[in-house]
């Protein structure tokens, strides 16, 4: 996925500009961004401050461990339930529809 050139607390003061009154098209041109891409950042960043930005970040880094912390593997290690499981095949009859 390509990198942002803005970062989140850039976004954000984008955002926030438009609670002063100023149309959406205006905002997006002076930052050169699109209209999708300003409302694509106000669902993700909508209503967020610096500290709940920062907590979202901690909170996306450690969601593969808790995700494998729930399912009992190890992260990096290959499950040997995985490796037991035989390969799904097509039924041999083929059925009467």
């Known amino acids: 996925m390509k990198k942002s050139k803005f970062s989140e607390h850039q976004i ?10 100023r ?3 205006d905002v997006c041109r002076e930052h050169e961004v699109s209209d999708a891409t300003y409302y694509k950042w106000k669902t993700k960043y909508g209503g967020m401050e610096a500290a709940d930005i920062r907590r979202l970040r901690e909170l996306e880094e450690r969601k593969p461990a808790v995700k ?3 399912s009992g593997v190890v992260v990096g290690e290959p499950s040997a339930e995985r490796c037991d499981r035989k390969k799904a095949v ?6 009467a529809d």
Do not use: C, M, S, W
Not at 12 to 21: R, V
Not at 90 to 95: E, G, I, L
């Open 12 to 21: 954000i003061a984008i955002l926030k500009a438009l609670e002063a009154g």
């Open 23 to 25: 149309t959406v098209r």
């Open 68 to 70: 494998a912390d729930l």
């Open 90 to 95: 097509r039924p041999a009859v083929a059925r």
